[in-house]
C-alpha cells in the first residue's frame, strides 16, 4: 500500500521559505514521478511541481523561480524548497504520486497534506 507523509508545513512571513518533505513508502520510488499540489481555502487544488525519476522537472507559473522541486531515491524522500513566500501561498500542500507509475493527469495517491500559512 503506497503511503505519503507530508511535513514541514507552518507559518511563516512574507518573503520567508520553508521546506517541505514527503516520505514514500510503499513502492519503487526511485521509478515514479512525485509531485507536489497544493490547495487554498475556497479553491480547488492546484498543481505546484512534479519530478520525474530521470530527475527532469516541472513547475506551475507560480512557481517557477521560487520553488524546487528534488528527491532523494535512497530516502524515499521528495522535497519542495520554497522561497519568497507571500500570502498567495497560504494553502494545504499535498505530495502525490499518479497510481499508474509513467502517467500524469490521472489518479494519485495523496498524503494527508501539510498546512502552510504566509503572513503578511
Known amino acids: 500500500q503506497v503511503q505519503l507523509v507530508e511535513s514541514g508545513g507552518g507559518l511563516v512571513q512574507a518573503g520567508g521559505s520553508l521546506r517541505l518533505s514527503c516520505a514514500a513508502s510503499?513502492?519503487?520510488?526511485?521509478?515514479?514521478?512525485m509531485g507536489w499540489f497544493r490547495q487554498a481555502p475556497g479553491k480547488e487544488r492546484e498543481f505546484v511541481a512534479r519530478?520525474?525519476?530521470?530527475?527532469?522537472?516541472y513547475y506551475a507559473d507560480s512557481a517557477k523561480g521560487r520553488f524546487t522541486i528534488s528527491r532523494d531515491n535512497a530516502e524515499n524522500t521528495v522535497y519542495l524548497q520554497m522561497s519568497s513566500l507571500n500570502p498567495e501561498d497560504t494553502a494545504v500542500y499535498y505530495c502525490?504520486?499518479?497510481?499508474?507509475?509513467?502517467?500524469?493527469?490521472?489518479?494519485?495517491?495523496w498524503g494527508q497534506g501539510t498546512q502552510v500559512t504566509v503572513s503578511s
Open positions: 510503499g513502492r519503487a520510488f526511485s521509478s515514479v514521478t
Open positions: 502525490a504520486t499518479p497510481v499508474l507509475p509513467g502517467t500524469w493527469g490521472g489518479r494519485y495517491y
Open positions: 519530478i520525474a525519476r530521470s530527475g527532469s522537472t
